[in-house]
């Protein structure tokens, strides 16, 4: 196994698992990478370290965490694309100085400018281990649908576009007229990259050899519905989940001691209940039970403490 994927709905634990996981792998001597794929700043928040926008940051001895701005990568994107015209035609016209920035505005950019991010930081091959704490559920399915749509829209584009400049090459050399196959080449090549690097990473997603997929719940009626969604959307794009996580999960003995209030007891009880429905619905996918924290587990040595708790050991 080489990359690690977390997903879930917000707020469920994935980033604080990713983050323990990667803890835990760097403290093996692994070199190890975190990326969040999520907009909000969540690896910041569990590290208590700003990484926001600021690259590849190393946090201990072989644990590094990467948190991308996205909005400065599509104002990065916006550029370059203006100045690919400036250099083709001398000035960028008004009506599709509009379209940059239309289109730049829909959500799929930022998740267009994540995916690259991804494709980037793997491509580098630096690290032992790299894991990755998904955004939201919703947004991950968007994720990965996007990258299916572009393959199949890039596809049709290259086609038309070599058929395109066949017709137009015939037409120049019959006219005697310079042809422009070479900037046609170039436009061609351009999308032909973005096909191979969204293979390159559809292939690393689909991988059960060299990735896992884990997907994280907690014990309530609607984050069990919520799994059940996902593990049939994750299906549909040849995806199977490596194995699920229940997570935040109180001690059942809370349930029979007196010195407990009734409403946490309460608590305990209804989540005992929706344990034995996670073990009847999802049986051997279930990798992990991790009990909650009497306080969040957030810095450095907090997530080393949970990484024990989670994978095994003793911790002073």
């Known amino acids: 196994m080489k990359y690690l994927l977390f997903a879930g709905k917000g707020g469920l634990g994935k980033t604080t698992l990713s983050a323990t996981t990667a803890r835990y792998?760097?403290?093996?001597?692994?070199?190890?990478?975190?990326?969040?794929?999520?907009?909000?700043?969540?690896?910041?928040?569990?590290?208590?370290?700003?990484?926001?926008?600021?690259?590849?940051?190393?946090?201990?001895?072989?644990?590094?965490?990467?948190?991308?701005?996205?909005?400065?990568?599509?104002?990065?994107?916006?550029?370059?694309?203006?100045?690919?015209?400036?250099?083709?035609?001398?000035?960028?016209?008004?009506?599709?100085?509009?379209?940059?920035?239309?289109?730049?505005?829909?959500?799929?950019m930022s998740e267009s400018a994540t995916f690259d991010s991804m494709i980037e930081l793997i491509m580098k091959g630096d690290y032992d281990y790299y894991i990755f704490d998904m955004m939201p559920h919703g947004h991950?399915?968007?994720?990965?649908?996007?990258?299916?749509?572009?393959?199949?829209?890039?596809?049709?584009?290259?086609?038309?576009?070599?058929d395109s400049s066949d017709v137009d090459e015939r037409v120049k050399r019959i006219s005697g007229k310079e042809s422009g196959a070479s900037e046609e080449k170039g436009m061609i090549d351009e999308l032909m990259d973005i096909k191979n690097r969204l293979g390159f990473m559809a292939k690393i997603i689909s991988a059960r050899d060299t990735t896992a997929l884990f997907y994280v719940v907690i014990p309530e009626q609607m984050a069990i519905m919520d799994t059940e969604i996902a593990i049939r959307e994750f299906k549909k794009f040849g995806i199977e989940l490596s194995g699920i996580i229940v997570n935040q999960v109180y001690p059942k003995e809370l349930a029979s001691d007196p010195n407990v209030p009734d409403f946490l007891k309460n608590r305990v009880k209804m989540q005992q209940g929706n344990m034995e429905t996670i073990k009847k619905k999802f049986g051997d996918r279930i990798v992990a039970h991790v009990p909650m924290m009497d306080k969040e587990p957030k810095g450095l040595e907090m997530l080393e403490k949970t990484a024990y708790i989670v994978y095994g050991g003793t911790h002073e």
Do not use: C
């Open 25 to 108: 792998l760097a403290s093996k001597g692994k070199k190890v990478i975190v990326f969040s794929t999520d907009p909000q700043a969540s690896l910041t928040d569990v590290f208590e370290y700003d990484l926001f926008g600021k690259g590849e940051v190393k946090l201990a001895q072989n644990l590094y965490a990467l948190e991308i701005d996205a909005d400065r990568v599509v104002a990065d994107y916006q550029a370059s694309v203006r100045k690919k015209i400036i250099d083709m035609y001398g000035e960028v016209p008004e009506e599709i100085e509009d379209y940059i920035k239309s289109a730049s505005a829909q959500p799929a």
């Open 140 to 162: 991950a399915i968007r994720f990965l649908s996007m990258a299916s749509l572009l393959d199949t829209w890039i596809n049709k584009v290259v086609d038309i576009r070599k």
